[in-house]
């Protein structure tokens, strides 16, 4: 290539900067309202309203999607231009304020594909990811990374523990092209590994060899009994003896009391049933462990990353408590730029200490 042509075509690269497949704020007032879709899956759904909440850093800038009906389920989404992920990072973001000290709902976004009809969306629609915060009751207080993959949901085989009190706080979900992972709360990674070692997707690439058994004279006994040991001629004394003390009362009435027996006590020289001391065993071999083998249903995967198609991102959820104020969305391909994205938004106007 032409030394000039190269240099501008890198340059044209650089000055494009991150790709931000969708931003919301939430800063224009009722605009939001036709980007954003309510579902008609059923009625009844509870009604967002657009607040910056009981206590808020700045008024304006903290504005965001508020669920506002107490034991409902909610459903809305916006759409944006379609894109695949092959080859490219995503990152998805958001904030969540759980103002009303929440006991039982979720925080979380779904990612579908553009094929999704929005005002039929409900909690059965196939997504490609769901992401975010989920409470209920003190034995539930997760973040949930799950990915549809070949039609099915897989949750994360790892335990995320997301905030639980009543502040803003920021989520981000990496997932880079060389199928690790990220997540992160408030900008600090709190997880990160590998999609097919934390996720379920593909069979284990070892299996137990089906043709290997445990070998008959295979002692797995670390002790045995000492075969030179005897019981002591005199081991064997009832637990319990009459009481050599016990006198009959002198008004005792055989003919009303029936006949008088004396009471029983523990005995002194009882010491329990005999047991063999034990000695190391000489023919032990240790645990016997069931040798594996390639497991023939393995394939590895390249592209557990990737996905053909997002369209749609959603908030497909149920609070028993409402409160919950949504913000500052961000998907993009750039974990720098959402990093800085979230210092701007959220860390500019984050309230670590309010009464109310």
């Not at 992920?85 to 103002?99: A, G, M, R, Y």
């Not at 992972?181 to 089906?210: A, M, Q, R, T």
């Not at 006590?265 to 049933?273: D, L, R, S, V």
């Not at 590895?300 to 908030?315: A, C, H, S, T």
């Amino acid at each position: 290539m032409n030394p000039i042509l190269a240099f501008f075509s890198l340059l044209a690269l650089v000055s494009a900067g991150p790709t931000q497949y969708f931003r919301e704020e939430f800063g224009d007032g009722d605009a939001w309202k036709s980007r954003w879709v309510e579902s008609k899956h059923i009625s009844g759904y509870g009604k967002f309203i657009h607040t910056s909440g009981k206590f808020y850093g700045d008024a304006e800038k903290d504005k965001g999607l508020q669920t506002s009906e107490d034991a409902r389920f909610y459903a809305i989404s916006a759409s944006f231009d379609s894109f695949s992920n092959k080859d490219k990072t995503l990152v998805v973001q958001f904030t969540v304020k759980h103002e009303q000290n929440i006991d039982c709902g979720g925080g979380y976004v779904k990612l579908f594909p553009s094929v999704l009809k929005q005002e039929d969306m409900h909690g059965d629609s196939e997504y490609n990811i769901m992401f975010g915060p989920d409470i209920c009751g003190p034995g539930t207080k997760k973040v949930h990374v799950i990915f549809n993959y070949k039609g099915k949901n897989f949750l994360i085989n790892k335990d995320i523990r997301c905030k639980d009190d009543k502040f803003s706080h920021l989520y981000t979900l990496i997932v880079r092209p060389d199928n690790t992972y990220e997540v992160k709360i408030d900008n600090n990674k709190v997880e990160s590994g590998s999609l097919e070692d934390d996720w379920d997707f593909l069979p284990p690439k070892k299996i137990k060899d089906p043709d290997a058994k445990k070998p008959d004279d295979w002692d797995e006994r670390a002790k045995i009994d000492d075969p030179e040991d005897t019981k002591p001629e005199d081991w064997d004394q009832p637990e319990y003896i009459t009481d050599p003390d016990a006198k009959k009362p002198e008004d005792w009435d055989e003919e009303m009391d029936g006949e008088w027996e004396p009471p029983v006590i523990q005995n002194p020289a009882y010491t329990g049933e005999w047991k063999p001391r034990q000695i190391d065993n000489p023919s032990y071999k240790g645990k016997w462990i069931h040798p594996e083998i390639d497991n023939p249903e393995y394939t590895p995967d390249p592209n557990l990353y990737f996905y053909e198609n997002f369209g749609v991102i959603g908030l497909d959820l149920w609070q028993v408590k409402s409160g919950t104020i949504f913000d500052n969305f961000l998907i993009t391909d750039d974990e720098k730029f959402a990093e800085e994205f979230g210092n701007e938004t959220w860390g500019a106007t984050k309230v670590r200490n309010v009464s109310s």
